[in-house]
């Protein structure tokens, strides 16, 4: 009989965490999701990486992540890190209740869904793109811009990769309708730190992912 109640307690305590996890994710998904209907504010940036009057920024996410470069054949018979393709492979969080919430996934894939600032045909090695990790909306985006690291106090770390404007050239709704990307129209790469090519020397072929971190602001229309 004890044995019986003891089983029954501990299974009335799974329920429990069980609920309680799902309430947190839930008040998560809440919190990141209705944070698409509000407005961040971006750092002063510099014209040049500053998207156009008419959109404002509508979500921040801070990037742990790499980069990853190729050393390729150059001109005068050496060799070279090259960031062509880009590679990145990044998770953006925001702080839900003092703590860490993925929000994003940033890596490389072809444009499945062009707008009309997509080059077409759509490179077959892909371009940015970022997918919410609650609804899978997507957002492609090209560079337009860039600053130098180091050169502004919304770029400040030296010998950082560059911060970047970046407009968008493809988005797409999730699977079941969800838009929380599917409207961006620029994101901004800012606060650099890390992920410069490496300055080894390196056989070709041969591949490094160089970690940094950043954060990306998003926008939309007004």
């Not at 069980?18 to 014209?47: D, E, I, R, W, Y």
């Not at 309708?177 to 090519?197: D, E, H």
């Amino acid at each position: 009989m004890s044995c019986n109640r003891n089983q029954q307690l501990e299974r009335t305590a799974q329920v429990r965490t069980l609920f309680v996890a799902v309430l947190a994710l839930a008040c998560a998904f809440g919190t990141v999701t209705s944070a698409a209907a509000q407005k961040v504010t971006s750092p002063t940036t510099p014209a040049s990486i500053t998207p156009p009057a008419g959109n404002s920024a509508f979500l921040e996410g801070n990037a742990i992540g790499s980069q990853g470069y190729i050393c390729l054949p150059t001109s005068d018979g050496g060799t070279s890190w090259v960031i062509n393709p880009a590679r990145p492979e990044a998770t953006l969080t925001t702080n839900v209740f003092g703590l860490p919430v993925q929000i994003i996934t940033h890596f490389t894939s072809i444009d499945a869904n062009p707008n009309a600032n997509a080059i077409l045909p759509v490179s077959l090695g892909g371009n940015a793109t970022w997918q919410s990790s609650f609804d899978t909306s997507k957002v492609w985006a090209s560079a337009t811009a860039h600053i130098d690291a180091g050169s502004d106090p919304s770029c400040p770390n030296e010998g950082s990769i560059p911060c970047l404007l970046l407009q968008s050239i493809g988005n797409q709704k999730g699977p079941t309708g969800g838009r929380l990307l599917s409207n961006v129209t620029f994101v901004q790469r800012l606060n650099t730190n890390g992920g410069s090519a490496p300055t080894s020397a390196c056989t070709v072929g041969q591949t490094q992912l160089v970690p940094y971190t950043a954060d990306y602001y998003f926008f939309h229309a007004e």
